[in-house]
């Protein structure tokens, strides 16, 4: 047998070929990351908020927030939120006379995950509204626009052209760091690739593959992200 043919042998969708596998496991990185994507959007949005209304702890609160995550390894506090957050919800759980639970590898992963983009999501929204001309704002004060509404009709269509270049960072950002979240046991691509070379010893072959996985959801992503601002930039001139 060649070793071409045993390659692709071994890169086989069924069995004993381990490219299901890798599939499998590229299927729970776009899972983990879009969940925690929008995790850290929602998050983010409302650190943005805070930290640009004029109450004085809660933006002190959101800037803490942010520079500690901002400024500790991802790993780091993957590992901690992990499991301080799962000892903490059962010491909670004890005093409240409940039994102990064991928190979910994935609610785990996109729970964490999220949390950490939240940190960056705050801060490229925050630059976003920033951005909006604050005639634009005054205008619709004098109308007569309520907040909710001023932010419906004004702010939203006007951050999101602004913000996108962020949010496209931010999606290749939460792709790799959905690897870090083998350590709390959940499997996903990088884990897949792991596993399926530790029983083949064929390391390269499949990191190699794995690669190409992730090189293809990152050529897809900026397809689509271009494919956004092109839309929500519609009407704009250019910057010569």
Do not use: C, H
């Not at 890169?11 to 983990?32: E, K, M, S, Y």
């Not at 903490?88 to 729970?111: D, H, K, Q, S, T």
Request: glycine share 10%.
């Amino acid at each position: 047998m060649s070793s071409s043919n045993s390659v692709l042998d071994m890169l086989a969708i069924a069995p004993p070929g381990w490219g299901g596998v890798l599939l499998t496991g590229a299927v729970a990185t776009l899972f983990i990351s879009s969940g925690a994507y929008l995790v850290g959007m929602a998050l983010g949005l409302a650190g943005a908020l805070g930290k640009l209304s004029g109450f004085r702890p809660l933006r002190y609160t959101l800037n803490a927030y942010t520079t500690v995550v901002r400024a500790v390894p991802e790993l780091i506090l993957i590992v901690a939120l992990y499991y301080a957050g799962t000892d903490g919800l059962n010491r909670i759980l004890a005093w409240a006379g409940l039994g102990p639970i064991e928190v979910n590898g994935l609610v785990a992963a996109v729970a964490v995950l999220g949390f950490v983009q939240g940190a960056y999501m705050t801060e490229v929204l925050r630059g976003a509204i920033l951005a909006i001309p604050v005639g634009q704002l005054e205008a619709a004060k004098a109308f007569g626009m309520r907040p909710t509404l001023r932010f419906r009709r004004i702010v939203l269509p006007a951050l999101i052209p602004n913000a996108l270049p962020g949010f496209a960072n931010l999606w290749m950002s939460v792709i790799k760091d959905s690897a870090l979240i083998a350590v709390v046991g959940y499997q996903e691509l990088a884990l897949a690739a792991r596993v399926a070379a530790s029983n083949t010893k064929q390391y390269m072959v499949f990191f190699l593959a794995a690669a190409v996985l992730y090189l293809l959801i990152t050529i897809v992503s900026n397809m689509l992200f271009s494919a956004f601002e092109a839309y929500f930039r519609r009407g704009q001139r250019p910057v010569s």
